[in-house]
C-alpha cells in the first residue's frame, strides 16, 4: 500500500512521530519478553523499517519487573503472558497504565477498563498479550465484544488479568484499599434490588441487555456484587475457550496455537485425568492457573458490579467503567449522604445517572433516571411481600 501525502507538514512524513506511534501501537512486537508466545504466530519473525531503519526491540525498563502468566489447566504454556513494572518515579503519562493486546496490536490501554487501580498508579505500568482475545474483538479491531459467547470470552480474560495483577500488587503492598464495612453494609441491599430492577428496565431499554445474562429457557438472571475474582473469572475463561473450541474463530486472523485444545472433549478428558484428590496449586504473584470446567455445566456469570473510589476533584457521583459502576466516596453529596444515613439512596442516583448514559441518548436521560428510580421504590415492595410469604 502507498500513500500519497498533500501536506508536506503532515505527521505521518516525520521519522519521531511515526517510531512513537509504531511502538505505542505494537508495543509487545517491539519488546523480547512477548517472543515466545508471539513466534507461535509469526513463525518467520516481524521487524519494523522506518526509512530503511530497522527500530530496535527494547526491554521493559524499570526498578522492578515482575513477569505475569495465564495458564490453562493441564498446560504448562501460558495462553496470556505479560508484566508488570513499578518505578520509584512517575513513568510518562502516555505509559501509564496497564495494556491488553492480541496478535502484538495494543487494544486497550490504561487502569479503567482492567476495573482495578494500583495506589500510586503513575508509578505503575504493565502490558499483557493474550492472541486468544482475536476471537472477541469488534469489526474494527479496536475494543471486545462484551456480550454472548466472545464477550463471555474477554471477560473471562479480563477476571483472570485482574487475579493475577492484584497479586502482584498486593505482593509489592501497593494495591489500593478495598471499600469499608460501612460502604458494603449500604450496597447489599441495594444489589438485591437492582437485579430485579436492571432485567425489568432491560425490556424498555434494549442496550442494558449487555449487562443481563439471560439463561436457557428464556429465564434471565443479573449477577450483581463482589464475587471472587479467581473463581468467576477462570470458569467463564474455561467456558469461553471451550465454545472457542468449538467453532467460534477469527477467520481473517493467525490461526490460534496448536498447543491449546481443539475441542470440548479433549479439554473435559484432560481436566478428568487429573487425580481429585490433587490440592489447588499454591497462588503466587504474578500467575493465574485457569481450570477446566467441574461438575455440571453453568452459564457464564457476568453483570454488573459497584466499587468505591475517592475523586475529590470529580464532580460526577459515580461514572460507569466496563461493567462496574465506581461511586464517587469522596463526593460532598455523597459524604452528606452518609452523615444522614441515606447512602442507599445516593447509591441508587448514581447508579441511574452513570447507565443513563449507557442505555439512552443525552436528551431522554431524565426519562431513564425517572424509570430507575420508579422501579427501584417498586423493588422495595417486592422485597416485602416475598419476607411476607416466607413468614
Not at 530497522?54 to 504454556?77: D, F, N, P
Not at 476471537?135 to 454472548?148: E, I, P, Q, S, W
Not at 461514572?319 to 463526593?331: F, G, M, P, Q
Amino acid at each position: 500500500m502507498q500513500l500519497k501525502l498533500q501536506n508536506a507538514l503532515s505527521p505521518l512524513l516525520d521519522e519521531g512521530y511515526i517510531e512513537e506511534t509504531l511502538r505505542r501501537q505494537y508495543q509487545p512486537l517491539l519488546e523480547p519478553e512477548f517472543d515466545e508466545i508471539l513466534g507461535r504466530h509469526y513463525p518467520k519473525g516481524f521487524r519494523f523499517e522506518v526509512n530503511g531503519r530497522v527500530l530496535t526491540r527494547q526491554h521493559a525498563e524499570s526498578t522492578e519487573v515482575s513477569r505475569l502468566a495465564i495458564c490453562l489447566a493441564g498446560k504448562r504454556k501460558p495462553t496470556a503472558v505479560g508484566y508488570l513494572a513499578r518505578s520509584e518515579c512517575p513513568f510518562p503519562e502516555h505509559q501509564r497504565g496497564m495494556g491488553i493486546s492480541t496478535f502484538g496490536k495494543v487494544i486497550k490501554h490504561g487502569w479503567d477498563w482492567l476495573g482495578i487501580t494500583p495506589a500510586a498508579p503513575d508509578r505503575v505500568i504493565g502490558m499483557i498479550e493474550a492472541p486468544a482475545l482475536a476471537a472477541a474483538l469488534t469489526l474494527n479491531k479496536g475494543d471486545f465484544v462484551r456480550v454472548g459467547t466472545r464477550g463471555a470470552l474477554y471477560l473471562g480474560y479480563r477476571k483472570a488479568i485482574q487475579e493475577v495483577v492484584s497479586q502482584q500488587l498486593a505482593h509489592w503492598g501497593d494495591a489500593r484499599e478495598t471499600s469499608d464495612k460501612a460502604n458494603r453494609r449500604a450496597v447489599r441491599p441495594l444489589e438485591r434490588d437492582l437485579e430485579t430492577v436492571l432485567v425489568d428496565l432491560a425490556e424498555e431499554f434494549p442496550l442494558l441487555a449487555s449487562l443481563v445474562e439471560r439463561r436457557p429457557g428464556g429465564q434471565k438472571r443479573l449477577p450483581i456484587g463482589p464475587t471472587g475474582v479467581s473463581g468467576d473469572g477462570q470458569a467463564m475463561l474455561a467456558a469461553s475457550i471451550i465454545s472457542q473450541a468449538e467453532g467460534v474463530h477469527e477467520p481473517a486472523l493467525p490461526p490460534e496455537s496448536p498447543t491449546e485444545p481443539t475441542s470440548a472433549g479433549q479439554m473435559n478428558a484432560e481436566i478428568q485425568t487429573e487425580s481429585a484428590s490433587q490440592a489447588e496449586p499454591e497462588s503466587l504473584p504474578g500467575v493465574a492457573v485457569v481450570p477446566g470446567p467441574k461438575g455440571g455445566s453453568k452459564p457464564a456469570r457476568y453483570g454488573l458490579s459497584i466499587r468505591f473510589e475517592a475523586h475529590p476533584d470529580d464532580p460526577e457521583l459515580g461514572r460507569l467503567v466496563e461493567s462496574t459502576v465506581v461511586i464517587n466516596d469522596a463526593h460532598p453529596a455523597y459524604r452528606r449522604a452518609v452523615a444522614s444515613r441515606s447512602e442507599g439512596y445516593h447509591i441508587a442516583l448514581a447508579v441511574a445517572l452513570a447507565l443513563a448514559r449507557l442505555a439512552v441518548p443525552p436528551a431522554e436521560e431524565h426519562e431513564f433516571v425517572t424509570s430507575f428510580l420508579a422501579r427501584w421504590g417498586e423493588a422495595l415492595d417486592g422485597a416485602r411481600r416475598r419476607s411476607r410469604r416466607r413468614s
